[in-house]
């Protein structure tokens, strides 16, 4: 007696269970979400609270200090505290003055050895070059 057999199954329906089944995202749901970006950056450009304000002259010139003193990069600021000390900065100096993490310090250290910013006068003590 011949096995039954099953009812065959399409490549293209193969294809769209596997779709579904693992979240694969189509033409049509990207097209969707590209145009709900665009309509949400319109809204975003559009919106009222993204317009100018009227300021006084001297909230203008507060503005621009703040932002002169956060424009300094992390490079800057920590060549900045090694310059302050005559003798040289140790780590510790370092860290204390910038407020920066282990990792970032020692990566900021490390690229400024390299572009021979800084030069280390010995194990952990830095002098402006």
Do not use: C, W
């Not at 665009?38 to 503005?63: N, Q, W, Y």
């Not at 300094?72 to 780590?91: H, N, P, R, W």
């Amino acid at each position: 007696m011949p096995k039954k057999r099953g009812k065959s199954v399409s490549f293209d329906a193969m294809v769209k269970f596997f779709m579904r089944h693992y979240n694969v995202p189509t033409k049509n749901d990207i097209t969707n979400l590209s145009a709900k970006i665009d309509r949400l950056e319109t809204m975003l450009k559009s919106s009222p609270a993204l317009t100018k304000s009227k300021r006084s002259s001297k909230d203008i010139t507060t503005t621009k200090k703040s932002i002169s003193k956060s424009s300094l990069t992390a490079s800057d600021m920590v060549l900045e505290a090694i310059k302050k000390s005559k003798q040289g900065a140790d780590f510790a100096e370092i860290q204390a003055a910038t407020g920066f993490g282990e990792k970032k310090l020692r990566n900021i250290i490390f690229r400024l050895n390299q572009i021979k910013k800084i030069k280390r006068k010995n194990r952990g003590v830095y002098i402006a070059a």
